[in-house]
């Protein structure tokens, strides 16, 4: 089925550092989202991106945080600066649409990407 | 606020008996779609199944759920575990504008033993 592809799957960084985290998603999608996902606690939604533009964005998504898909290339996560508690495994999906009753609004998820913040 | 709960963390049986995970919501949504996605070992969440229609059941592979409106529930059935349904359940909720933004359960781990 439909791929989406993380990178880096695993980072390692000290405190205050950047970081950018990397999502392809599947070719002919539309809406892009990040979620965040604690270790023992369940995946909480971050963003979703759509157009160029974030389309909506939880209280986790602090102003340390920004995303963007330049030129259809990566759609990346950036935090900068990172805190201890940006720890986690960071979810990236996509979809073709952002809802219908057929399976347009389905969510593709990737791997993930585990970042431990030092 | 909106939430979704997966009583049990793990649930351990063996191959052949009946699996049940359970999950129940709370949301302000009128119209709701509910989800149940499966994580194995090194991969990605996928889609297992979803619903937005209340009393109706809905089934893919093996499994089905019914969303139960006046119960806030949609627990994940099947009649016969089998070893490779060992895996990350996750329960999730949304509304049907912005079907992408998921309330996630905390997950139940379901081990099938031989």
């Known amino acids: 089925g439909p791929k989406v592809l993380q990178i880096p799957s695993h980072q390692i960084i000290d405190m205050g550092q950047m970081v950018t985290l990397n999502c392809d998603p599947v070719?002919?999608?539309?809406?892009f989202y990040w979620y965040k996902q604690i270790l023992g606690q369940q995946m909480e939604f971050l963003v979703n991106?759509?157009?160029?533009?974030?389309?909506?964005k939880s209280k986790l998504f602090k102003d340390q945080f920004s995303v963007e898909r330049p030129d259809g290339s990566y759609f990346t996560l950036k935090i900068q600066p990172t805190a201890l508690e940006d720890s986690a495994v960071y979810f990236c999906a996509s979809s073709l649409a952002h809802r219908g009753l057929a399976n347009t609004g389905q969510l593709y998820f990737g791997e993930g990407s585990k970042l431990t913040v030092l | 606020g909106d939430s979704v709960t997966q009583t049990e963390g793990l649930v351990t049986l063996t191959e052949g008996l009946p699996v049940m995970l359970n999950c129940t919501y709370q949301?302000?949504?009128?119209?709701?779609?509910l989800f149940w996605y499966v994580q194995h070992l090194n991969e990605s969440p996928r889609l297992l199944l979803k619903s937005f229609t209340d009393n109706k059941r809905t089934e893919h592979q093996g499994f089905h759920a019914t969303l139960h409106k006046s119960s806030s529930s949609f627990h994940l059935q099947k009649s016969s575990a089998q070893l490779s349904d060992s895996a990350l359940y996750y329960c999730?909720?949304?509304?049907?504008?912005?079907?992408?933004?998921?309330?996630f359960g905390q997950g139940t781990k379901l081990s099938i033993k031989p």
């Open positions: 991106f759509y157009n160029g533009k974030v389309m909506e």
């Open positions: 999730a909720l949304s509304d049907n504008y912005n079907q992408g933004k998921l309330i």
């Open positions: 949301t302000i949504y009128s119209n709701p779609f």
């Open positions: 070719s002919n999608h539309l809406y």
